[in-house]
């Protein structure tokens, strides 16, 4: 991964929350590097990425969040089903814009999704782990990509 590779990953979550509303309130903070790859907060979307690079990329937040983005989906569910839901289609979709951008040798997996914040997660992440915190509407929530 290199500069150029994460800005689109950045490119990709700030169309998504454009996507959401027309002026979102949408801060994005600098990435930073990580050993492990985290922060897990309270859902995370989980992509698991082969082909061209191997690793992961997760999209993790909390249910407040991702209750403000059900309610702008006019989506009336707000259970632990819908949120786990959302926070797999909005991975997936994360990963898969970013697939247009890679060429199809980037291969993603369907999403998986894990509950319950943790420090970093068991499954493989790249040798540069980066995590680009999302503000959003007072709550903060992280694109992680691990890849090789």
Known sequence: MNDQDIRI???MARRYFEALEPDPSLVIEPPFLREELGPLLEYTGIISVSGRSK????FTANGAMLEQILALLHDERRGDAAKRDLVGEIANTLSGNAREEFGSDFLISVPSVMV?????ADF?????????????????????????
């Open 9 to 11: 990953f950045i490119t």
């Open 55 to 58: 690793g992961a990329v997760c």
């Open 116 to 120: 319950g914040p943790r420090r970093s």
């Open 124 to 148: 493989h992440s790249g040798e540069r782990n980066y995590a680009i915190p999302l503000n959003w509407r007072s709550e903060t929530a992280y694109l992680l990509i691990g890849l090789d």
